[in-house]
Every structure is written in structure tokens, then in C-alpha cells.
């Protein structure tokens, strides 16, 4: 099992960034298939952005795609979300996972962890 602890969340106004963060453990790091959920008040929870292995791969839902940014350092066992440009629909729970198989990138394949609150104000 891999425990996933989020972080980096806040109160930013609209057009402000935010870096969140994402520790995982229990399984080696550099195998894993990232990927960042994200769910909003009386919502589902969506997907976000997934990231390969090797950090060669990348894919965003077409909501944040040119605003945010997914990226790795196998080195610490973290996966980061870049938010740049954000909107008030972007507020959230944003959560990390990981994706056993990466044609399935978009799908969780661990529990939840308790993620990390971003509120975007107007």
C-alpha cells in the first residue's frame, strides 16, 4: 500500500500560484505513476494531472491544461502540482495518487490521503 501525505495548500487570490506538494512512501517512488485529483464542494472528485515514472510523460485535464504543471524528484519520493493562473473554480481538495499502469493514468489506484485545501478568491 502507498501513503500519500499532501501539502502546500492556502487561501490565494485570483491569478495568484500555488505549489502543492505530495510525499509518497510504502512502495519505491521512481515505479510509481503519479497523478493529482482534485474535488470541489457538492462535486465528484476529478482528475486532475498524472505523471509518468520517469517524468517522461505527462497529461492534464483540459481545465488546467496550460495553467498547471506536474512534475517529480524521485529523489525526494515527492510529485509537486504547479498552479499558476487560478480561478475560483479552481477551488478544492486536492489530492495525489498513483496509477499502477499508465494507459490507466487518469484512474487512483491507492486510498486517499486526507489532501490538501486550495481556495482561490475572486
Known amino acids: 500500500q502507498v501513503q500519500l501525505v499532501e501539502s502546500g495548500g492556502g487561501l490565494v487570490q485570483a491569478g495568484g500560484s500555488l505549489r502543492l506538494s505530495c510525499a509518497a512512501s510504502g512502495r519505491p517512488f521512481s515505479t510509481l505513476n503519479m497523478n493529482w485529483f482534485r474535488q470541489a464542494p457538492g462535486k465528484e472528485r476529478e482528475f486532475v494531472a498524472a505523471i509518468s515514472w520517469s517524468g517522461g510523460s505527462t497529461n492534464y485535464a483540459n481545465s488546467v491544461k496550460d495553467r498547471f504543471t506536474i512534475s517529480r524528484d524521485n529523489a525526494k519520493n515527492t510529485v509537486y502540482l504547479q498552479m499558476n493562473s487560478l480561478k475560483p473554480d479552481d477551488t478544492a481538495v486536492y489530492y495525489c495518487?498513483?496509477?499502477?499502469?499508465?494507459?490507466?493514468?487518469?484512474?487512483?489506484?491507492?486510498?486517499w490521503g486526507s489532501g490538501t485545501q486550495v481556495t482561490v478568491s475572486s
Open positions: 495518487n498513483y496509477a499502477r499502469f499508465w494507459a490507466h493514468y487518469s484512474k487512483p489506484d491507492s486510498s
